[in-house]
């Protein structure tokens, strides 16, 4: 993967593992605010295992590819969109300064570091082999599609119930 298709990947990856100085901290940190004992030690094990899958895009090799045909050519409406998403994550950081506290800073920082370690350490020297028939488009979206509806008909349920209710 070239170096430069790979920091955005990573400035992603690390926004939505909740890293400082970028949106997910900020979002997780007032999350966190407002959840009982409980809730927040179920929130900090799922930020953990947040850190875990996205480790795999940090520690992804990159670097310049010898073989031409196997760079990917990159168009410049995808330099734009980076900028714009990227540029989003780092400029809605902003929104919550008061996350950024020293305690919270560590927790976060905890947080990422264990989850990254039992990446390396654990999952990275894991093998998993699913069939390629489950990563087909067609199926994704179908499976997608599925959830979807399966939400709605949830989110639908629970809305009948809490209106009967008053």
């Given at each position: 993967?070239p ?35 409980w809730?927040?030690?179920a ?85 998993l ?13 179908g ?24």
């Amino acid at each position: 993967m070239p170096t430069a298709l790979w920091i955005p990947l990573v400035m992603a990856s690390l926004s939505i593992s909740g890293a400082p100085l970028f949106a997910g901290f900020g979002a997780k940190v007032l999350t966190l605010s407002y959840l009982t004992s409980w809730q927040s030690i179920a929130m900090n094990i799922a930020a953990t295992g947040t850190a875990i899958l996205y480790a795999k895009f940090i520690f992804l090799p990159h670097g310049k590819s010898e073989n031409l045909e196997e760079r990917p050519t990159l168009k410049p409406g995808f330099w734009l969109a980076m900028l714009l998403l990227i540029g989003g994550l780092l400029i809605a950081n902003g929104v919550y300064l008061p996350a950024y506290t020293l305690s919270n800073i560590l927790k976060v920082l905890g947080i990422i570091v264990v989850g990254w370690s039992a990446h390396v350490v654990v999952f990275q020297r894991s093998i998993l082999n699913l069939p390629r028939a489950l990563e087909r488009f067609e199926h994704l979206i179908g499976i997608m599609t599925l959830m979807l509806i399966f939400l709605f008909w949830i989110v639908f349920a629970f809305g009948l119930f809490s209106w009967e209710s008053i």
